[in-house]
């Protein structure tokens, strides 16, 4: 099943870049490699920032219901924490709705020698086979943590200085619905391959088109689309990006 966190156009085209090597298996083997939240560079995927979920607070002998509010808020932060670092167990799919290719991508993401993919969140529910988890998206959005997110909240937040990403987000997951609520389980851990997880896909169904990296040399680019598109069936151009 397939769930959005707010609300998403099915058909807008999201991109994402990745080393050629991974591209070329996910081909070959048809199986697409979703990396575990934990594998992230950005530490706060794994812990959050505690110094910032405790606001201001008096003290002293006159306010005594200060220390039944620290405790309460310390409990809290306890629950969120342990939350969060759970999370750190969910497979995690990036994306991007920046349509104009980022040389930071090119560089960090697709490792130079990379492809940028095309695809759709209706792509992805045509391509995905015999998936046994659930898929939810969302829209990252860039703002502190604070103490009033939970750690669900948290799944869908970046720190501000990653906005130039405009990422969006998929999980693989299992969504529990009861009573108005909403409940975000990890996956087994027998799904999981050491630090990510491998799921059937059609990667011509999932791929409208696929980019290549700007550090090819021009004649190795256009050499490299033509046997891509002749044997996978997979639309390929040569990066718009001089070097």
Request: glycine fraction near 2%; include cysteine.
């Amino acid at each position: 099943m397939f769930y959005a966190r707010n609300h998403l156009d099915p058909d807008k085209s999201v991109y994402q870049y990745i080393p050629l090597d991974y591209f070329l298996t996910m081909l070959e083997s048809k199986k697409y490699h979703v990396s575990l939240r934990q594998s992230f560079a950005d530490k706060m995927e794994k812990v959050i920032a505690l110094n910032a979920l405790f606001p201001i607070q008096a003290v002293g002998e006159n306010i005594p219901t200060q220390i039944t509010i620290l405790q309460q808020q310390s409990e809290n932060v306890k629950h969120k924490s342990e939350e969060h670092s759970g999370y750190a167990l969910l497979p995690a799919s990036c994306w991007t709705h920046q349509e104009s290719e980022n040389i930071f991508m090119w560089d960090n993401y697709a490792q130079r020698i990379g492809v940028r993919v095309e695809s759709s969140i209706r792509h992805m529910q045509s391509a995905f086979i015999n998936l046994n988890m659930d898929c939810l998206f969302g829209n990252i959005t860039y703002i502190p943590d604070t103490p009033s997110l939970t750690a669900s909240d948290r799944l869908f937040i970046k720190q501000p200085a990653y906005r130039d990403e405009r990422e969006i987000r998929f999980y693989l997951c299992h969504i529990q619905e009861t009573d108005n609520n909403t409940f975000i389980e990890v996956p087994e851990p027998e799904a999981v391959h050491k630090d990510h997880v491998l799921i059937d896909v059609d990667p011509q169904k999932m791929i409208r088109n696929a980019t290549l990296s700007p550090y090819f040399d021009k004649s190795v680019a256009d050499k490299l689309a033509v046997w891509l598109n002749d044997e996978y069936g997979i639309p390929v151009r040569r990066s718009s990006i001089s070097i």
